[in-house]
């Protein structure tokens, strides 16, 4: 079982990103390879949905922070979405999420973009 | 509750309502209940006694069940509204330097409240509870700063909610009720206290948040700092350790731009996209920061021009950094909602840069040395090709040969070259190590088989065209010692020529000793070299060995040389073994001489033995 598993779906005309795991030093590249994609191919509507996220050390926050003004400025945004435990106590702590708009839902995370 | 009934005769009288099914469960609320049920029908004065007694008691029961500041101020405000009669109350609460300001007002409102503000003075008056009006201004000096409040305000009174540790609040209320005037100032007093105390229990409550906070946060940073310092020593090239130090970095300070300059380039970004002459920009301020190791903001390069690009590259920190011959900075857009960077940050950073760079030192040298090991295992494979494997066969004659390579390859060599009636035999030592002096003896042996075997069999001439060759083809520096000599083994004549060699020793079958000191100075050093060849005759019996300093240098462990006095004796002692016995016996004295310490350099013994008459026939 390896340390991270990143899925994507699409709703709509966003990308929900399900990192699945724990997001570290030793994972962190592949992580940012996945959002990199995304955001290269003019995909900048982006929710990463925590539910199934174990962790997220502050390598994974640098992958985010280098990401959310490319996809800004093309229009879309990087916006969080059910976090638990752990995870969403060091979003708050980090106050990661005065930085980035996170929501309970990944369903009010996906229409927080409305009809783009 | 019957029993409390019954020590009160007076009271059973009234008519005590059955507890009620939906009794609320708190006690103090439950006696709170009975006390209200009793005033109707008191004398005024108890009546209202009990009645603030009541306030008091609600508001404690209230005010320790809430943790949340502004909540606490909403009440106390309330309470004090609704037992006094005042037409408005408000309260001011110390903000985190200590200077009171408006945290919750209620009643007729007056322009201005908001700006109200008040430095706690050093001081407190005595009394708790600060009336207007015509009372005569006797009172101590410290009380001033509040009047002047209360005039402000245009309150009519002023109380102090004060704890052992100090003022925690100022109550102010507006003109009261005239029917209510006179038993204020002791509630008040009563108030001013339960409400320090709620309002004390806030501040600590609120304080120990903050360091629950902190504390938190700083061990997700340790974290933190564990798992990228890992990552950054398992990390397979360059590429992936600046990667990594700019995830962490921005991470921790969730900063959404960064850059790593080393070596003169910029060698990993994040964040947008920018115009390339943006990286000589970064590469021109690494460069003005070099060999410094604060870290900086952007804005501190402000005597270089650099300062302004950084601004508009929206870069707010540089951070310099260096491990070794690995030297760098990193470059941070501005922290995330623009904080600024605590110490704690600093020592991260500093941390991070720290590990990051001994990580890209460690995969160089590990490089180097792999790159390294691979050079010698090559030029282990050129020397073990051109030695000899076996030595030629005469009549009457014994010869043998060993070469012990170091740990690095040296450029010791030694080899024989039959021809019709004479066989030449060459031992060499080319200074230095490695890959270069092995190439050189390539070269050598290649040149001198090609010089004897188109028949000039002179040595030295093969000496001085040798010696040419070298002094044409390799570093000033560069020199090879050796002896170059000629047996003829049906006579036992032996030419030879020692070119700066340690001189070859000539054991005779009596014991006697001569050395082999005739020939040149060493080959490959000067354009010309003068040459003399010296001769020899071994008879049966009589032996000559070859060697270089690899033998004759061997130390022991208190650093003395096995020296050519210790060979020659040596020599001496085994002059009648065969002759791969007497390098046998030379070796295994050298190594017990040298004990552990190990060879410092290549080793080789050549030993050109002719036999005894009695072996012979």
């Known amino acids: ?116 | 509750m019957r029993a409390e009934s019954e020590r009160r005769p007076d009271m059973t009288t009234r008519a005590v309502r059955p507890t009620a099914p939906e009794a609320p469960a708190s006690p103090g609320t439950r006696y709170q209940q009975l006390l209200a049920e009793h005033i109707g029908g008191m004398n005024p004065g108890l009546e209202r006694r009990v009645s603030e007694l009541l306030a008091l008691t609600d508001f404690s029961a209230a005010a320790f069940e809430r943790l949340n500041a502004a909540e606490v101020a909403s009440l106390i405000v309330l309470v004090a509204l609704g037992e006094s009669g005042a037409r408005w109350a408000g309260l001011l609460s110390p903000d985190e330097e200590g200077v009171l300001r408006p945290a919750s007002r209620r009643g007729a409102g007056k322009p201005g409240w908001e700006e109200l503000q008040l430095e706690a003075p050093e001081r407190l008056p005595d009394a708790s509870v600060l009336r207007s009006g015509g009372e005569p201004p006797k009172e101590d000096a410290a009380a001033e700063p509040f009047r002047q409040l209360m005039r402000d305000s245009e309150a009519s009174s002023a109380t102090l909610l004060r704890t052992r540790d100090g003022l925690r609040g100022v109550l102010l209320l507006g003109e009261p009720h005239p029917d209510l005037a006179g038993s204020q100032t002791d509630f008040l007093e009563a108030l001013s206290v339960s409400a320090a105390a709620a309002l004390e229990k806030c501040r600590r409550d609120e304080e120990l948040r903050v360091a629950n906070r902190r504390l938190s946060l700083h061990v997700y940073q340790l974290r933190s700092l564990m798992d990228l310092t890992a990552g950054l020593h398992r990390a397979r090239d360059e590429a992936a350790v600046w990667d990594l130090l700019l995830h962490g970095a921005m991470g921790h300070v969730l900063a959404s731009r960064a850059a790593v300059v080393a070596g003169g380039r910029v060698v990993a970004a994040k964040g947008p996209k920018r115009p390339e002459d943006d990286g000589a920009t970064l590469v021109r301020a690494a460069e003005i920061l070099a060999g410094e190791h604060n870290i900086r903001p952007a804005t501190d390069l402000s005597h270089w021009a650099t300062s302004c690009d950084l601004a508009r590259m929206e870069i707010g920190w540089v951070v310099p950094f260096a491990s070794g011959a690995v030297e760098g900075t990193l470059f941070l857009g501005a922290a995330g909602f623009g904080r600024e960077l605590s110490s704690a940050d600093r020592a991260f950073l500093t941390s991070l840069t720290g590990q990051a760079s001994a990580a890209v030192e460690s995969l160089r040298l590990t490089r180097a040395s792999i790159q390294k090991e691979k050079e010698l295992e090559v030029a282990r494979r050129i020397q073990a090709r051109f030695l000899p494997s076996e030595a030629p066969a005469y009549p009457g004659w014994d010869l043998w040969g060993i070469n012990i390579p170091c740990l690095s390859v040296g450029g010791d060599y030694y080899d024989y070259l039959t021809l019709d009636e004479a066989v030449f035999v060459t031992i060499a030592d080319v200074s230095g190590k490695g890959a270069g002096p092995a190439l050189i003896m390539a070269s050598v042996q290649a040149s001198l088989r090609t010089f004897f075997r188109h028949g000039q069999p002179g040595i030295a001439s093969a000496a001085q065209d040798l010696n040419h060759h070298l002094h044409q083809n390799t570093e000033d520096s560069r020199y090879m010692t050796a002896i170059l000599a000629r047996l003829e083994p049906a006579t036992g004549r032996l030419d030879y020529l020692n070119a700066g060699h340690v001189h070859p020793v000539l054991v005779r079958g009596d014991g006697s000793v001569e050395r082999l000191d005739r020939g040149s100075t060493v080959l490959g050093l000067f354009p010309e070299i003068d040459t003399e060849v010296g001769t020899c005759e071994l008879g049966p019996g009589d032996l000559v060995a070859l060697y270089t300093d690899g033998l004759s240098e061997a130390e022991d462990p208190a650093g003395s040389l096995f020296d050519d006095a210790r060979i020659v004796d040596a020599l001496i002692a085994a002059r009648s073994m065969g002759a791969r016995d007497i390098c046998g016996d030379l070796l295994s004295r050298a190594r017990a001489f040298s004990g552990p310490s190990p060879l410092r350099d290549d080793l080789t013994l050549v030993v050109l033995k002719r036999r005894g008459r009695q072996i012979v026939v």
Do not use: W
């Not at chain 1, 990308?15 to 724990?22: C, I, L, M, N, S």
């Not at chain 1, 030093?25 to 992580?31: P, R, S, Y």
């Open chain 1, 1 to 116: 079982m390896p340390d991270l598993q990143v899925a994507t779906r699409r709703v709509a005309e966003v990308v929900v990103v399900e990192p699945k795991g724990f997001i570290n030093a030793h994972t962190v590249a592949e992580f940012e390879g996945v959002l990199n994609a995304l955001v290269e191919a003019g995909d900048v509507r982006i929710v990463i949905s925590g539910a199934h996220l174990s962790y997220v050390a502050s390598a994974g926050f640098g992958a985010i922070m280098g990401l959310i003004e490319e996809a800004r400025a093309g229009g879309g945004d990087i916006r969080v979405a059910a976090l638990t435990g752990t995870v969403a106590h060091i979003f708050r702590v980090l106050g990661f999420d005065r930085l980035c708009r996170t929501f309970e839902t990944e369903g009010e995370a996906v229409l927080s973009f409305g009809g783009h």
